[in-house]
């Protein structure tokens, strides 16, 4: 993508706001559910969208996933690989939203405070809206991270 | 654009690594890890209530402002329960005797142990049947209560 909005989306500054927010996003999300897992199991069981046997699976790795990217995309190492992986997470939450939304799920989202029923934020649409935000912030930062603001010296 | 999804897929391959052993090998180490496989009975609590958290019910016991439903068998519940909890095993969740429980403002929070949550799960939906709104089932059950070190009694 050339021209003026390549310009725009390749400006660092731009682009470290971007790593930023969603650095301190996804390590924020992780936290709760690092030191509960097993509330965070019973919010992925609850999409009923996954087999049991993965439930624990990926209640232990993708908290782990999300605080690592954080971390990576903020200090500038490996942060197209983190946006990839961000990117990827993202999709998976806005396709497990809208499924839930479409199916009628009163659940717990389980994005932050892995409510399992008891204090999350339930499925709704500014979640949806929210994600797929970030999803696009996740996308300019895949194509149009430079070595700005970065430890790495080059971002791959 | 090929070359930066070809380092992107690079790395992210390189972190997947990273975090499947961090997290599997942090699981192991803590003294309440879960199981890599997921006990399927676990999960299977077929409810249409909330499930709560025993912090949050901590919070509404405090404050008065919930019912415990012990849905064990009243031997189980005259060994130990929450205190102040009422015994409403799944075969005496109907009729009369609790009625009621569908005028009360309170939550109601229904419970068994960990491993019979699925006795929670239809003591709940028998209460929300009858038209109870604030219905809840104690996540973790019984042992996620006295994990916290909150309040029980006995016979």
Known sequence: ?156 | MSRILRSAVRQAAIISIVVVVVGLGFNMLRRDGIPLIADAEAFRVQTRAEFMKADDARRLFEEGSAIFVDARDPQVFSIERIEGAINIPPSGASGEGIDWLTDISSSLICYASEKSQRQAGTVADRLMEMGSEKVFVLYGGIEAWQALGLPTERD
């Open chain 1, 1 to 156: 993508m050339n021209g003026a909005l390549g310009k725009i989306l390749s400006n660092k500054y731009l682009v470290l706001v971007i790593r930023l927010v969603l650095g301190v996003v996804f390590i924020w999300a992780a936290i709760h559910k690092i030191t509960h897992p097993g509330d965070f199991a019973q919010d992925i069981y609850n999409y009923r969208m996954l087999p049991h046997a993965f439930i624990n699976f990926m209640a232990l790795t993708l908290p782990w996933l999300e605080i690592i990217c954080g971390g990576c995309i903020i200090l500038g190492v490996f942060v197209r690989g983190s946006a990839l992986l961000i990117g990827f997470m993202l999709f998976i939450f806005i396709v497990a939203i809208s499924f839930a939304l479409v199916r009628g799920l009163d659940i717990s989202c389980g994005c932050f405070s892995s409510g399992a029923g008891g204090g999350g934020h339930g499925v709704a649409v500014d979640l949806l809206i929210r994600d797929i935000l970030m999803f696009a912030g996740s996308l300019i930062v895949l194509f149009y991270a430079g070595s700005a603001f970065s430890l790495a010296r080059r971002p791959d």
